[in-house]
């Protein structure tokens, strides 16, 4: 019984979370009967060195949905075989980060047990990327649901995802690939027209300050588009402009508007304004790519472009859970405050 159940410590899918998937897997495929008795907590914390509570926490989900029960003094046993697990989810994106968390939460909570879910993560690199969907090839999966974004790389990328994942089990998110078959779902931002909207629907607070940059590192995975879109828009509403590949080494300068794309830079951009004069939303602005909590309440507000996380991990469990094939662009939204 030991052998069916499979944590692999590369996965970014929560321990208790692998151990329920295991046991769903294998009642489906018929290794695990109806009044079979699974490991006890004791077995599983030996065998995997992950602690009691990982172990009582799998269970008790299992438990909560009535696919096993625990007998006093002979542990758990298998009270439900009939289960309709519609997917089993290859999910590889290309960092974890806080709106990266947001879509992978919405998007396991809405297949909830109707599918189990791989989760790995390649950190933006295309080496990695490639390995990871080969060594995937050894397991089989009805769902590959990827986010291609990369540092470097990835030139060949159509030609690699077309070779090595069929078709009609790809959605791509975020990042559009032209060139795939119409069997590919697709949710994903317009990059380029997304930033320009943005700025046009801010447009009339960013007319108090002469000039924005965009703070964008040569080296990165961000979509060339948001360049084009940010610069399209200055042109078009004759704002000076400038790009700032490493706002480290930059001078902050009264009457312009900084817009971050990381978060790291973030941080380095508010420290930097802090040992000026400036006041920030009046003699500095800044716009960041990308909500989380925090910037609702980091230095009384930061206004923020973002596409809609949650709905984009939504959409895609939708698809896998009504066995469609879509393709459509994901909302994005502005959220005005005070460091503008």
Do not use: W
Not at 268 to 287: F, P, R, S
Not at 307 to 330: H, M, P, R
């Amino acid at each position: 019984m030991l052998e069916l159940i499979d944590i692999k410590e590369e996965s970014k899918v929560p321990k208790y979370k692998q151990i329920v998937d295991s046991i769903l897997s294998a009642i489906e495929n018929g290794k695990i009967k109806l009044d079979d008795r699974l490991p006890s907590v004791n077995e599983l914390l030996i065998e995997f060195d992950i602690s009691r509570d990982t172990v009582v926490r799998a269970y008790d989900h299992l438990k909560k949905n009535k696919i096993i029960e625990s007998v006093p003094g002979k542990g758990y046993y298998v009270r439900k075989d009939q289960l309709a697990l519609k997917a089993k989810v290859f999910l590889l994106f290309n960092k974890l980060s806080p709106h990266k968390k947001i879509i992978y939460d919405s998007f396991a909570k809405t297949l909830g047990d109707s599918a189990t879910i791989d989760f790995f993560i390649y950190e933006n690199n295309y080496r990695h990327f490639k390995d990871l969907i080969l060594e995937s090839k050894k397991r089989t999966y009805t769902h590959y649901v990827v986010i291609c974004h990369f540092e470097e790389g990835g030139d060949d990328v159509l030609n690699f995802i077309k070779k090595e994942i069929p078709q009609e089990k790809l959605i791509v998110l975020d990042k559009r690939l032209e060139g795939l078959s119409n069997k590919v779902s697709c949710i994903y931002q317009d990059f380029e027209k997304d930033i320009y909207s943005a700025l046009v629907e801010l447009n009339p607070s960013l007319r108090k300050y002469h000039q924005i940059k965009l703070l964008l590192r040569k080296r990165t995975y961000h979509p060339t588009e948001i360049k084009k879109g940010f610069i399209k828009f200055c042109g078009q509403y004759a704002y000076e402009f400038g790009i700032i590949e490493a706002i480290e080494d930059s001078e902050i300068e009264k009457g312009t508007v900084y817009i971050n794309l990381k978060e790291d830079d973030l941080v380095i951009l508010i420290k930097k304004i802090k040992e000026t004069k400036y006041v920030l939303g009046k003699d500095i602005g800044i716009v960041s790519y990308n909500e989380t909590p925090l910037k609702e309440v980091l230095l009384d507000g930061i206004t923020v472009i973002s596409t809609d996380f949650e709905n984009l991990g939504k959409k895609a469990a939708e698809i896998i859970l009504n066995n469609q094939v879509l393709s459509t662009e994901n909302p994005f939204y502005v959220i005005p405050r005070n460091s503008l």
